[in-house]
C-alpha cells in the first residue's frame, strides 16, 4: 500500500509538471504570435522603417571594416570605435535628425579637442603643482557655462545633443594626463573617426530612400486638416438628428465611430515641433526649397490644434443624452448649424488639399463666406427661439453647441489667414478655378441659322417650335 500511494503520488506529481509544462508551452507560443502580429503590424503601419532598420544594419558594416581591415585598422587602431559608436548614435529615422545629430557631433568634438588642448598647454605653464588645480578651475567653467546654456530655449532645440558631446569631450581631454603631443595624435584619431562615421550615415541617409522630416510635417499639417474637416462635415447631420414623431435621436456608438480621428490632433504638439526642428536642418529636396518656412507650419499646427478642442466639446455634446431638449428650439436653430459645420468643413478640406498640392488657398474662401452666412442666420434664428423658449434650461446645450460652432468658424477664418501666409512664403501656385457642374438643361426651344448675302449683308433665320406647330421668323439685320 505504501508502495502503491507514492507511484499515485509520483504520478500526480508528474502529470502537474506536465500541465504546467503545456500551459507553459501555450503562453510562449501566444507571446509568440503575438509578438510576431505586432512586428508585422508595425512594418505594414510604416514600411519605412523596415528600410530605415536595413539602412542601419548597413551603415555599421562599412564602419566595422576599420577593424575587419588591416591596413584600416592600422591607421586609427583602437580609435576605429568612435566611428562604430557615432553611427549608433547619430542614425536617426529622418534625413533632418541625422543631420542635426551629426553635425552636432563633429562640430562639437572639434571645438571641443581645440579648447582641450589649449587648456593643456596652459595649464602646462604653471608647473606640476598648479597645472591640475588650473585644469581644474577649466573643466569647473566650461562645464557650468555649458550646461546653463541648455536653458535657452533654441539651444535646447536644436544644440543640447552638441552640447552634451562637446562637455564629455573636453573634460576627457583635458583630465586625460596626456603630454600635448599624445593629445594631438587622439585628437585627430577622434575627430577622424567622428566624421566618418557620421558622413557614412548622412550619405545612406539622403541617397537611400531618404526619410524627409520637412516632408512629414507638411502632410502632418495637412492630414490634421483633414481629420477635422471629416468631423464638422458629419457633425450637423449627426447631432441635430429628430424623427418625424419629434422626438430626438440618441447618436449609436457605431455612427460616431467614424467621427473620432480628430483626437490625434489634440496630442500632435511635440511631434509637430520636433518634425520643424529636424526639417530646418534639410537641404533643399523636392519641392521644398531651402530655407522653407516651417515655422509657419507651427503656427498653422497651433491653430489646428486650438480648432480640435473646440471639435473636443462638440464631439461631448453627441455623447450625452439630449432627450431633455426642446425639439422646437432645435428645428430653427438646425439648419443655419448645419450648415456652418458642413461648410467649414469643406472650408478645412479644401485648405488641407492646397498645402498637400502647395497650391493657393483661394477655393477655401467661397465655404468661409457661407459659414459666415450661415453664422448671421443663426442669430436671427435664435432672437425668435429664445423669445418663445419655455425653459431656458433645457435649450442651454443646444444653444452652447450653436456658441461652439460660431468659435469653429473664426477659426476656420483663422486658419486660412495662416495658409494664405505660408503660401505667399513658400511661393505655392496659383489655384486653379473651380470647375462648375451644371445641371441638365432642356434642349433650347429656338434653333436657327445664319447666312451671309452677297452684298455684305447677314440674314439669320429663326425657327420657334412651339408644342403645337412652328413658325418660322426671318430677320434680316446688316452687318
Keep these: 500500500k505504501k508502495k502503491e500511494s507514492e507511484m499515485q503520488l509520483s504520478i500526480g506529481i508528474l502529470s502537474c509538471l506536465c500541465g504546467r509544462f503545456k500551459a507553459l508551452i501555450g503562453k510562449s507560443k501566444a507571446k509568440v504570435l503575438e509578438l510576431a502580429k505586432n512586428t508585422k503590424k508595425i512594418g505594414k503601419d510604416d514600411p519605412r522603417r523596415v528600410i530605415h532598420s536595413l539602412k542601419v544594419g548597413l551603415a555599421l558594416t562599412l564602419v566595422s571594416l576599420f577593424y575587419y581591415t588591416r591596413p584600416l585598422y592600422d591607421g586609427f587602431g583602437i580609435a576605429a570605435i568612435w566611428a562604430v559608436l557615432t553611427v549608433v548614435l547619430v542614425f536617426e529615422f529622418s534625413v ?7 553635425l552636432n557631433r563633429s562640430v562639437a568634438t572639434l571645438m571641443a579637442g ?9 595649464a ?35 544644440y ?8 564629455l569631450t573636453f573634460s576627457m581631454v583635458s583630465v586625460s594626463g596626456y603630454h600635448v603631443e599624445k593629445i594631438l595624435k587622439l585628437a585627430n584619431q577622434r575627430l577622424s573617426t567622428v566624421l566618418i562615421g557620421g558622413a557614412t550615415c548622412i550619405v545612406i541617409s539622403i541617397f537611400i530612400c531618404p526619410v524627409w522630416a520637412g516632408e512629414d510635417l507638411h502632410n502632418l499639417v495637412a492630414h490634421n ?72 507650419y507651427l503656427t498653422i499646427a497651433t491653430l489646428i490644434r486650438q ?71 443663426l442669430r436671427t434664428s435664435l432672437k425668435g427661439a429664445l423669445s418663445n423658449a419655455t425653459d431656458l434650461l433645457e435649450i442651454i446645450p ?10 469653429t468658424v473664426t477659426f476656420v477664418e483663422k486658419i486660412l489667414e ?62
Excluded at 533632418?96 to 551629426?102: H, N, P, R
Excluded at 581645440?114 to 596652459?122: H, P
Excluded at 501666409?421 to 513658400?426: F, I, Q, V
Design 225 to 296: 486638416l483633414e481629420k477635422l474637416a471629416s468631423f464638422l462635415e458629419g457633425f450637423g447631420d449627426e447631432y441635430f438628428r429628430i424623427s418625424e414623431s419629434g422626438e430626438i435621436q440618441v447618436v449609436s456608438k457605431e455612427d460616431k465611430s467614424t467621427l473620432q480621428a480628430y483626437k490625434s490632433v489634440l496630442n500632435s504638439k511635440t511631434t509637430e515641433e520636433s518634425l520643424a526642428n529636424f526639417a530646418s536642418w534639410e537641404p533643399w529636396h523636392g519641392r521644398f526649397r531651402f530655407r522653407h518656412p516651417w515655422k509657419q
Design 398 to 407: 443646444d444653444a452652447t453647441v450653436a456658441s461652439i460652432l460660431v468659435e
Design 160 to 167: 543640447d545633443y552638441g552640447v552634451l558631446i562637446f562637455i
Design 114 to 122: 581645440a579648447l582641450g588642448i589649449g587648456a593643456q598647454q596652459i
Design 96 to 102: 533632418g535628425a541625422t543631420l542635426s545629430k551629426s
Design 307 to 377: 480648432c480640435a478642442y473646440r471639435v473636443e466639446a462638440l464631439n461631448n455634446y453627441t455623447n450625452t443624452n439630449q432627450s431633455k431638449a426642446q425639439p422646437e428650439f432645435r428645428r430653427k436653430i438646425q439648419d443655419p448649424c448645419t450648415k456652418m459645420s458642413s461648410e467649414s468643413g469643406k472650408a478645412l478640406k479644401a485648405l488641407a488639399s492646397a498645402i498637400k498640392e502647395m497650391k493657393q488657398p483661394s477655393l477655401a474662401s467661397p465655404y468661409l463666406a457661407n459659414s459666415k452666412t450661415a453664422m448671421n442666420d
Design 124 to 158: 602646462s605653464f604653471s608647473g606640476e603643482k598648479g597645472e591640475p588645480f588650473l585644469l581644474g578651475t577649466f573643466v569647473f567653467l566650461t562645464a557650468v557655462a555649458s550646461t546653463f546654456s541648455r536653458f535657452f530655449p533654441r539651444i535646447k532645440a536644436r
Design 418 to 479: 495662416a495658409v494664405k501666409e505660408l503660401s505667399d512664403s513658400a511661393n505655392f501656385k496659383p489655384a486653379e478655378p473651380l470647375a462648375i457642374s451644371m445641371e441638365k438643361q432642356p434642349a433650347p426651344r429656338n434653333r436657327g441659322t445664319v447666312k451671309p448675302t452677297s452684298d455684305g449683308d447677314i440674314v439669320i433665320t429663326i425657327h420657334e417650335i412651339s408644342p403645337t406647330r412652328a413658325e418660322t421668323q426671318n430677320v434680316q439685320a446688316t452687318s
